[in-house]
């Protein structure tokens, strides 16, 4: 079986990517290549993939309507070339975007929804790709007469985030920076707990992006409420798994959490907003606690010493392993190529 994978043009692809559809694709690829299969990935230059890397062109400054327009343009040009050459069984698209370059082609179309369903254009949602939401809620969340695939709920490395032997005292807050991700709300809570805040996250290059970062959260920095930008690998793990708590102040629809993933993997709480599908991956009062605003936040710090950091690493072995997930993503494919 050969799986042709388009990654969302403007984020690459590695062994440990920032991106939540990044470390989607990463995993799947790995295990397509593991199972024999083939796999094929379009992603920006800078990408590592276990299959077969075919680069397009990476944007170096801001991603304006011209790079748009320059990037997508190399997107079909990829596409069109693989689909020249041998075979494919399966195309599948991961980018908020990818109705720009769906191709015309008389072959099963994947399309996964790991953002907002109302984010994604009305023309991709009915381009006639194969939708598969990563949750209940956003599966609920779709326009009437559209039909989805069953969820497949997303996975983390259970081997790479484990339980530390000891907790130190801050809490975390970590992912992209941007206005929904609230990271002023996670400084508002930890100033009302009274508790130490560690911020990382990767600073894309968007205009509103970086007006939020300088206006609502370097302001704010002190000894502590420290930010430390974007972190990876061992020292992500090991930021998360000596946290107190990770808190999850979203107020986007989210589809899913990768990152409260790998916190109840490594034992660490989660303390939420009651967004999207947030109350699907924390189980409120069990591995976490699902909260409507930054004052309840702070006071549900207080009382996190009440979850069990066991309860969150069984929770995460039950629904959230990457294994898990790329079996169903294999199984998948194959029903679409038969």
Excluded at 102 to 120: E, N, R, S, V
Aim: net charge neutral; hydrophobic share 50%.
């Amino acid at each position: 079986m050969t799986v042709l994978s388009i990654g969302y043009p403007f984020a690459p692809v590695t062994a440990d990517p920032a991106g939540g559809a990044e470390q989607i694709l990463a995993h799947v690829d790995r295990a397509l290549v593991a199972a024999g299969h083939r796999s094929i990935v379009v992603a920006p230059q800078g990408s590592h993939v276990a299959g077969e890397l075919r680069t397009i062109p990476a944007v170096d400054g801001e991603i304006d309507a011209a790079a748009r327009t320059r990037v997508h343009g190399a997107v079909r040009d990829r596409i069109a070339d693989e689909l020249r050459g041998a075979p494919i069984d399966v195309i599948h698209y991961h980018g908020l975007d990818f109705g720009v370059y769906f191709a015309a082609a008389a072959l099963p179309q994947l399309a996964t929804l790991h953002l907002p369903i109302a984010w994604y254009a009305e023309a991709a949602l009915r381009s006639g790709a194969r939708l598969l939401p990563v949750s209940r809620d956003e599966a609920a969340r779709a326009p009437a007469g559209l039909t989805l695939l069953p969820p497949i709920e997303n996975g983390v490395d259970l081997d790479r985030y484990r339980p530390a032997r000891s907790k130190s005292d801050y809490a975390l807050a970590l992912g992209r920076v941007a206005p929904i991700k609230g990271f002023h709300d996670a400084i508002a809570a930890t100033r009302r707990a009274g508790v130490r805040l560690l911020m990382a996250g990767r600073l894309y290059p968007y205009p509103e992006h970086r007006r939020y970062f300088a206006a609502q959260v370097a302001p704010a920095l002190d000894d502590w409420h420290r930010w430390i930008g974007a972190v990876a690998g061992h020292a992500k793990a090991q930021l998360i798994a000596g946290a107190r708590c990770l808190l999850v102040p979203s107020t986007a629809p989210e589809t899913s959490s990768l990152v409260a993933m790998e916190a109840l993997a490594s034992g660490t709480p989660v303390i939420a907003y009651r967004s999207g599908a947030l109350p699907e991956v924390v189980e409120d009062g069990v591995t976490g606690f699902i909260v409507d605003d930054a004052d309840s936040m702070g006071d549900a710090i207080a009382r996190v010493d009440t979850i069990d950091p066991a309860a969150c690493r069984a929770a995460a072995e039950a629904r959230f392993s990457a294994a898990r997930m790329t079996a169903e993503y294999l199984r998948l494919y194959e029903r679409l190529a038969a």
